[in-house]
C-alpha cells in the first residue's frame, strides 16, 4: 500500500475518540449562547466564487486562498473567512428586511498558507452576525457575546482588547496621508514593524507631531483612562468621534457586569479591511493567538447590493480546546459506553438490557462472543 494515503496533507488533521467529544462540547456551548440571545442557524457553502473574497472586499489575500475551477471555467475558492458569505447571503435573501436579523454559524475555514507557525490550514470557528443595527448597544451585545460565550466553555482567564478602526483613520486623516500610505502603513503597524512605519512616513513627508501620533498609536492601551489620553491626543473629529464611541460602548458593557474582562488599544488594526468600526480580539494565557475576534462592517454588505450595518464576532473552536487543555478546565463528556456480550442463545435477552439501558442514557455497544475453540 503506498503509504502516503495513510497521511492526511500538511495543515490538517484527525480527530477522534474523546478529544472529539470535547470539540464538540466547546462548539455546541458557544452556540447555545448565541441561541439563548435570539441568533437563528445559517449554513453558507464551504466554497464560493472568487469575487466574493476578492481583494475590493478587503479580506484574505489571494495568495492565501485554495483556488480551484467549476466546469465553466469559473474561479471557486474553499472559504477563507466566514463573514463575507454571510454577508452575501443576507444581501440576497434579506435585502428588504428593515429589522436586524442575526445569525450564528460553524464550520471550517480553509487558509493556504506556508507560514504555518503551529498554526492549522482547516480551522473550525462558531460566530455571531448582529446585521441591521448600527448602534452601540449592537457593538455592547457582541463584545458581551464573546465573553458569556468563552465563560460558557469553561474559560476563566481571558481578556477582550477592544480597539477602534476610525481612531486610527482620524489619524491618518489629520496627518494628510492618501488611501495607498494609510494601507501600507496598517500592514506595518500590525507586523509591528516600527522602523518600516517610521520611513515610510518620512518618505511621505509627514510632520514631525504627526507621525508621532501614528508611532505611538501602539502606546494607548489599557483601561479607561487610555481611553482619555486618547481623546486629548488628537483635534480631528473623527478620531474623537471614535472615542466617544468606545467610552459608550465601556458604558453598555458596565450594563452587563462583564467589564472586568475588557482593556482598550487603540492601536490595535486587522487584516481584514472591511471592518469599519470597533474591533475586538479575545486572548488566554498559554495561545499566542486571538481565540475570538471580530468587529463591525457597515459597507460590507454593499459590496453584494444591500446598505445594512453590522456587527459580528468569531470563536476559534480548535484554539479554545487547546486553551481548555493547558489550563486543566475539565470539559463535560459523554457517558462512558457499556459493553454487552451475546451468544446465539442469549441475544433476545441481552438486547432487551441494552435497549433498557440506551433509554436511560447509557450508551451500549453489543458485541458478539465468539465461542472458544
Known amino acids: 500500500m503506498n503509504q502516503i494515503l495513510l497521511h492526511t496533507p500538511e495543515g490538517v488533521r484527525d480527530i477522534y475518540g ?13 452556540r447555545s449562547k448565541l441561541i439563548s440571545y435570539g441568533y437563528e442557524d445559517i449554513q ?16 484574505t489575500p489571494s495568495k492565501d ?36 436579523v442575526r445569525f450564528c454559524y460553524r464550520g471550517s475555514t480553509f487558509v493556504n498558507t506556508s507560514n504555518l507557525q503551529g498554526k492549522l490550514k482547516e480551522v473550525t470557528q462558531t460566530g455571531g452576525e448582529l446585521i441591521g443595527d448600527g448602534s452601540v448597544e449592537a ?6 457575546l464573546v465573553i458569556e460565550s468563552l465563560l460558557h466553555t469553561g474559560l476563566r482567564d481571558f481578556q477582550v482588547s477592544i480597539g477602534e478602526v476610525e481612531y486610527f483613520k482620524g489619524l491618518c486623516e489629520e496627518a494628510g496621508l492618501d488611501e495607498d500610505t494609510e494601507l501600507r502603513l496598517r ?18 513627508g509627514v510632520l514631525e507631531r504627526y507621525r508621532d501620533k501614528l508611532l505611538h498609536i501602539t502606546d494607548l492601551f489599557g483601561n479607561r483612562e487610555t481611553l482619555r489620553k486618547a481623546g486629548m491626543n488628537t ?25 472586568k474582562y475588557v482593556s482598550f488599544d487603540l492601536g490595535m488594526l486587522s487584516k481584514y479591511r472591511y471592518y469599519t468600526g470597533i474591533i475586538f480580539k479575545a486572548y488566554t494565557y498559554g495561545i499566542g493567538d486571538a481565540i475570538a475576534k471580530g468587529g463591525r462592517y457597515d ?18 473552536v480548535d484554539d479554545i480546546l487547546e486553551a481548555l487543555a493547558r489550563q486543566k478546565v475539565s470539559v463535560p463528556l459523554p457517558a462512558e459506553k457499556k459493553l454487552l456480550t451475546y451468544t446465539g442463545e442469549d441475544y433476545a435477552e441481552v438486547l432487551k438490557e441494552a435497549q433498557a439501558l440506551r433509554s436511560g442514557g447509557t450508551p451500549v455497544e453489543m458485541r458478539r462472543k465468539e465461542p472458544q475453540r
Open 187 to 204: 500592514e506595518f503597524i500590525s507586523a509591528k514593524n516600527y522602523y518600516g512605519a517610521e520611513n515610510l512616513l518620512q518618505e511621505a
Open 139 to 144: 457593538d455592547g451585545e457582541m463584545v458581551n
Open 299 to 316: 459597507s460590507l454588505l454593499s459590496h453584494f447590493g444591500k446598505e445594512a450595518p453590522a456587527v459580528g464576532f468569531v470563536a476559534v
Open 235 to 259: 483635534d480631528n473629529k473623527r478620531a474623537r468621534s471614535a472615542v466617544a464611541r468606545l467610552e459608550a460602548l465601556y458604558d453598555v458593557l458596565c450594563l452587563y457586569g462583564n467589564e
Open 18 to 30: 474523546r478529544e472529539y467529544a470535547r470539540k464538540l462540547f466547546v462548539e455546541e456551548s458557544l
Open 65 to 100: 486562498l485554495y483556488k480551484f475551477f467549476d466546469k465553466e471555467g469559473n474561479t471557486l475558492v474553499l472559504r477563507p473567512d466566514f463573514t463575507p458569505s454571510i454577508a452575501r447571503c443576507a444581501a440576497k435573501y434579506f435585502c428588504d428586511e428593515e429589522t436586524p
Open 44 to 59: 453558507t457553502p464551504t466554497f464560493e466564487y472568487f469575487d466574493v473574497f476578492s481583494k475590493e472586499i478587503g479580506t
